[in-house]
């Protein structure tokens, strides 16, 4: 089955510390894949995307995402943290057989707290 | 800016009622869709629709309808609202396979 997979339920930094909130994923095929970003009481916010081409992807408010495809990861990763960076993150990716439909599998999803 | 409008923020209603969520989007995109969120569920896919009276089922689409009448809208139908059919439903629009979603700010449905 295809899936996407966020190993932790919740990931804590200190403010000026790296980030990296982990996605791993199960398609058949090139995968399209995606990071959002959620705020409190609000829908999802588009990061980033791998579709094609460098393996390193950058993003909004700094993030980045790494594809590896031999991992099968997306992992995703900023330098320097801030505390407005906390919120609900989620990985997605198109499944196989989608077509041109945009539909998207989603991860449960993980929460980053970034402490001051 | 891709704007995605749900009509409602907070919503509350009674077991057996029919309830319609309504989900408008301004930027002609094709596609549209339905999740549901629940904490520690991540997003769920109710139903999508890939065109104008085209739509197809998602992961969980039971005790739910939609409707597509006109490119912009999409609506959500709870045929007879029950209490687990209280979450968080959010609207999204995308343009293609390799475009991302963009969602609206989400409804807050409570089913007393």
């Known amino acids: 089955a295809q899936s996407v997979a966020q190993p932790e339920d919740q990931v804590n930094v200190a403010e000026g510390n790296p980030l990296t909130v982990k996605c791993t994923y199960s398609?058949?095929?090139?995968?399209?894949l995606f990071w959002y970003v959620q705020y409190p009481n609000r829908g999802l916010q588009f990061l980033l995307k791998?579709?094609?081409?460098?393996?390193l992807v950058k993003g909004s408010y700094g993030f980045e995402a790494e594809f590896n495809k031999s991992q099968t990861s997306f992992h995703l990763k900023k330098p320097s943290a801030l505390v407005s960076d906390s919120a609900l993150y989620f990985c997605?990716?198109?499944?196989?057989?989608?077509?041109?439909?945009?539909?998207?599998?989603f991860g449960q999803g993980t929460t980053l707290q970034v402490k001051p | 800016d891709v704007k995605v409008t749900q009509s409602s923020r907070y919503l509350v209603k009674r077991t057996g009622e029919k309830v319609f969520l309504e989900c408008v989007q301004d930027?002609?995109?094709?596609?549209m869709f339905w999740y549901r969120q629940d904490p520690g569920l991540g997003l769920r896919l109710i139903y999508f629709?890939?065109?104008?009276?085209?739509?197809e089922k998602g992961d969980i689409p039971e005790g739910y309808s939609v409707s597509r009448e006109k490119k912009e809208r999409f609506s959500l139908i709870l045929e007879s609202a029950s209490t687990n059919q209280t979450s968080m439903y959010l609207c999204?629009?995308?343009?293609?396979?390799?475009?991302?979603?963009?969602f609206g700010d989400g409804t807050r449905l409570s089913i007393l």
């Open positions: 999204a629009s995308s343009e293609g396979s390799d475009q991302p979603q963009h």
């Open positions: 398609v058949s095929g090139n995968p399209y």
């Open positions: 791998y579709i094609t081409g460098d393996n």
């Open positions: 997605a990716v198109r499944p196989h057989g989608s077509g041109n439909t945009g539909k998207l599998i």
């Open positions: 930027m002609d995109h094709e596609n």
């Open positions: 629709s890939y065109d104008v009276k085209m739509k």
